[in-house]
């Protein structure tokens, strides 16, 4: 496996220099700031300098290049696999869909003997990331997981972009199939924020809707725990995301607040809240965020047996960034202490999709970092 990174910027164009002659790399990820990906001058070098392969992305909250993190730019990571072949297809998200049957339409087109792993970027507003998930995993062989994530629009969240070979368009959703049986594929995903106060079962809630927990107001406890942050609600939450504990012992799955309804005490989640479900508050812990991002890479790299990863796809949360703030690159370092030798490359989202454990071959994160791993054996 050969892999090249760039960087485009309006000053600078592409750095370093885009090949002059046609690169024999299969496939080019493509993360960057909304408007760039849809102007022609990069992307049509792009295509000019790896015409055999299927160029996908989406816009971001932030591009991941090695340890930094970069803002309205574009960064082309292409790979060029030994024995893997690569095949990508995109599906439409219809109005009202929450993109369940692109997620359908995608993943059986890809699903044939030799299917190793699946990418998926997906428009981040439209696209309702349990749902989806849960499409993915019911469409997915037994032995085949997805990983990817949800575009996202910085902290603005007016319109995300998904781009595919020559295009970036809204309400899509792009997948790419891994193919060959010596490919390797290492996936990890941990948050690092600290539990505090009681356990909790959530006893009424619709969908992602949270009205109570234990019998009471889910929104009045939030503000007895969360005092005088409580005034700066729903921003103040991401301070304060709710964690779903897995009945099975493991880390479980972390939920962020997106919006508060005062007048029904409700509150509003980026995923499913399961009535039933026993959850815990909890806060920001900065160096725990940053071990967090370390253990995902241990993750990663444990589920290869011994193979060395060339490339990690690491895709973490809008919320996280703007948490750690200027500490935010703190969590790339983190993340290539363990993960010296591969090319690091990902984005923020609206929302990360990785597998975890018992949940399945694709699950929906908040607040995360998820990671995955890419060798060739």
């Keep these: 496996m050969h892999i090249d990174q760039y960087l485009w910027t309006p000053a600078a164009g592409w750095t370093p220099v885009l090949p002059a002659d046609e690169s024999p790399a299969q496939l080019v990820l493509l993360f960057g700031g909304g408007a760039l990906l849809q102007r022609n001058e990069p992307t049509d070098a792009l295509r000019a300098a790896f015409p055999q392969a299927t160029c996908v992305g989406c816009s971001t909250a932030g591009e991941v290049a090695g340890t930094i993190v970069h803002d309205d730019t574009l960064v082309a990571t ?4 030994e024995s893997c072949t690569v095949e990508s297809v995109e599906a439409s998200v219809e109005p009202g869909s929450d993109g369940v049957e692109a997620a359908r339409q995608v993943v059986s087109a890809l699903v044939r003997p030799g299917l190793r792993h699946m990418l998926v970027f997906c428009d981040g507003l439209l696209v309702k990331g349990d749902a989806f998930a849960h499409a993915v995993r019911a469409e997915l062989p037994a032995d085949v997981c997805a990983s990817g994530g949800l575009a996202a629009d910085g902290d603005r969240f007016a319109k995300t972009m998904v ?22 594929i ?38 007895t725990y969360l005092g005088e942050h409580s005034r700066g609600l729903p921003g103040s939450a991401l301070h304060f995301p709710l964690l779903l504990e897995d009945p099975d012992g493991g880390p479980g799955l972390v939920r962020a607040v997106l919006g ?12 499913d809240i399961p009535e039933g479900t026993q959850a815990r508050l909890m806060k920001a ?19 290869l047996n011994g193979v060395e990863p060339k490339l990690a796809l690491l895709v973490s949360c809008v919320a996280r960034r703007l948490v750690l703030r200027q500490r935010i690159e703190e969590e790339l370092e983190a993340v290539r202490e363990v993960l010296p030798h591969a090319v690091l490359a990902g984005f923020y989202s609206y929302g990360e999709l990785c597998p975890q454990g018992s ?17 060739e054996a």
């Design 78 to 81: 292409a790979v060029h696999f």
């Design 163 to 184: 781009f595919r070979d020559a295009k970036a368009s809204t309400a899509l959703v792009v997948a790419v199939g891994l193919y060959g049986d010596a490919l390797r």
């Design 186 to 223: 290492g996936y990890g995903s941990l948050g690092g924020w600290d539990s505090f106060g009681p356990v909790r079962r959530v006893t009424r809630s619709v969908g992602n809707l949270l009205f109570e927990l234990d019998g009471e107001s889910a929104l009045a406890l939030y503000k």
């Design 260 to 271: 508060v309804d005062e007048a029904a005490g409700s509150l509003t989640f980026a995923g």
């Design 285 to 303: 812990n900065f160096d725990r965020l940053i071990d967090g991002a370390a253990g995902a890479a241990g993750a990663s790299v444990h589920r």
């Design 359 to 375: 949940v399945g071959s694709c699950e929906l994160h908040n607040q995360t970092m998820t990671i995955t791993t890419f060798a």
